[in-house]
């Protein structure tokens, strides 16, 4: 059985993610990489950030990488 700090928590999360999602805009166009920049923020693992934009680990991934390397230069 989850505490109640866990529930609280998970909870919390999942509200960051809606807001996040929000402020994009219905009628903005956002590549996947970018949201997956906005989630990954948050702490979730690649396979939640696909669950999240329907798309796979392995895209996330790629893009967590490429995100990775643009901050780089």
Request: charged share 30%.
């Amino acid at each position: 059985m989850e505490n109640k700090n866990d529930v609280l928590q998970q909870i919390s999360k999942k509200l960051s993610i809606l807001i996040a999602l929000q402020l994009q805009g219905e009628n903005r166009t956002i590549e996947v990489k970018e949201n997956v920049g906005r989630l990954a923020k948050f702490g979730l693992s690649d396979s939640e950030i696909a669950e999240i934009l329907n798309t796979t680990s392995g895209t996330v991934s790629v893009a967590k990488a490429r995100l990775k390397k643009a901050k780089k230069k």
